[in-house]
């Protein structure tokens, strides 16, 4: 004769087996997405509001994910987007693993209104790993999402290099002169 326990570990374990119920601790990991969107906790920041927007679009529309890290609840996110945020001095920062580009909204500056100009295009190619060139802000139209990065990050990625990796980068660096020369004329 079946025990109350026995009959419901056997119940249990027939759900299990035809996936009808899933536990967290039983399910498999996350899946990896290069796309990381470092943010503050709901209601605290406006920026981040707005940047969560333009991100959930664009999910939508690439049908990508992109795992978002609360900076203000998780030590370890925490330290993780002050590892890759280079300057950024808050969040809403986008940073994509692969490609190690960051794109940051400009803060305020002291008593100025927040800035929330968000220009989806440069989120829709950071979030493809597409090269963003360096951005520089104009004044007259007002702040806009800024591109850090450094020629430390260029000169670590050639010491990771072969030597038949570096010879095709020359190969293209060359190839693109070309190519702007002759337009250019």
Known sequence: MMT????????LLATFAYGEVKLPFLSSRKKYTPLIFFKLPRGTSPQCEAMEKVVREIEKELNVKVDRMDVGRDMAAGSLFTLCSKG??????????????IIALQTAKEGGKPNMNIDKERVRAWARGRRLPEFAVNKEIGSAPVVLESEEDEFLVEADMTPLQRKGKDAIKK?????SQGISR
């Open 4 to 11: 109350k326990v026995a009959m419901f570990a056997l119940v």
């Open 88 to 101: 950024a001095s808050l969040p809403p920062v986008l940073y994509h693993r692969e490609s190690r580009q």
């Open 175 to 179: 190839r693109t002169e070309k190519k």
